[in-house]
């Protein structure tokens, strides 16, 4: 009940493209969804963040969609570039992210140029 | 931007020694955290400390850990025997008055 399930594993997108990655939890105690992107040896880095009583947020180029029914929330990169490659995880916390999160698998981005 | 800070940033140990990983938080943060990451694989919670005592730890933070902050300024992650399966990279973090995380580092661990 603890697992949040992220998908795809990889992704390899041209210059420009939106990638999406997608994530599914089964807690609803969950309600703090935020995403960290991770470069080669170095640690998590926070990206954007939702609670469940908003549907979208959007920073920037980054936009995540939630959709409390089903459970699940995604990451959309608009004009994705080269130096977005990098390794995205979703995570899911209670009391608005002051405890343990949860992580995804993490899915590994390649925006070729 | 601050930044949490991990010392060492390799750490290679022998099965059943006891190793020490230190972190220096943001320094107006209140809450603390470790993870690790086992190569290839998510990250995952250990432990995390507030108002100098444990607030939550996983089942992987077993009796062969502690966590410690001995002078309000390091915060730091012991292991008493180390196991081949604690070969990870431990990273530390820290939180203010908002929910955002900062991660270090990491430190890569080799238990041989």
């Known amino acids: 009940q603890q697992q949040v399930k992220q998908s795809p594993q990889s992704l390899i997108v041209q210059k420009g493209g939106i990638p999406i990655i997608n994530c599914a939890y089964e807690n609803t105690a969950f309600d703090y969804f935020p995403w960290y992107q991770q470069f080669p040896g170095k640690g998590p880095a926070l990206l954007i963040a939702i609670r469940p009583d908003v549907s979208e947020k959007k920073e920037g180029r980054f936009t995540i969609s939630f959709n409390k029914s089903a459970k699940q929330f995604s990451l959309h990169i608009m004009d994705s570039q080269p130096g977005d490659s990098a390794t995205y995880f979703c995570?899911?916390?209670?009391?608005?992210?002051?405890?343990?999160?949860?992580f995804g698998s993490g899915t590994r981005l390649q925006v070729q140029p | 931007e601050p930044e949490v800070t991990q010392t060492p940033s390799h750490q290679v140990t022998q099965m059943g020694q006891e190793v020490i990983l230190r972190c220096v938080p943001i320094s107006n943060h209140l809450y603390f955290y470790w993870y690790r990451q086992i190569l290839g694989q998510k990250v995952e919670f250990l432990v995390s400390?507030?108002?100098?005592?444990?607030?939550?730890k996983s089942e992987i933070f077993d009796d062969q850990f502690s966590v410690e902050r001995p002078d309000g300024s390091n915060f730091t992650l012991k292991i008493r025997s180390t196991k081949l399966e604690d070969s990870a990279m431990y990273f530390c973090?820290?939180?203010?008055?908002?929910?955002?995380?900062?991660f270090g580092s990491g430190t890569q661990l080799s238990v041989l």
């Open positions: 973090a820290s939180g203010g008055r908002v929910e955002k995380l900062f």
């Open positions: 995570a899911a916390s209670m009391d608005t992210g002051r405890r343990a999160l949860t």
């Open positions: 400390f507030y108002n100098n005592e444990i607030s939550e």
